[in-house]
């Protein structure tokens, strides 16, 4: 091992620092207990937010399957609706056809 990483290899006991030296509260501690608090309510309102969004995101799914569910039953019921296009093209052909049938009883064109 080479002498720059040996230097950087420090034993607690070769330091003779008491316990009373390494306390959380000297001032160099506090701003790095305050950024780690700042970050922690961060992460916490991320949280709740990202709940409150797939909160809302279920209830919208909700919402939208009961939604095409009432879609797709109006449409069966409006399905005849649509049928009756083509009752009147047949009543219309119908109708024409005994016309022509009539002028040529009549004995016309």
């Not at 990483?5 to 207990?33: I, K, N």
């Not at 991320?46 to 969004?53: D, K, N, T």
Request: glycine share 6%.
């Amino acid at each position: 091992m080479c002498q720059t990483h040996s230097d950087l290899l420090v034993s607690p006991e070769s330091l003779d620092l008491e316990a009373s030296d390494l306390r959380t509260t000297d001032p160099s501690f506090t701003g790095w207990w305050i950024s780690i608090s700042i970050g922690f309510a961060v992460v916490v309102v991320v949280v709740i937010l990202v709940a409150m969004i797939l909160t809302y995101a279920a209830r919208i799914l909700d919402q939208a399957v009961t939604g095409i569910g009432a879609m797709d039953m109006a449409r069966s019921n409006t399905d005849p609706v649509w049928e009756l296009q083509d009752i009147n093209v047949s009543a219309s052909n119908i109708w024409r056809t005994a016309e022509r049938a009539r002028k040529l009883l009549e004995g016309g064109p």
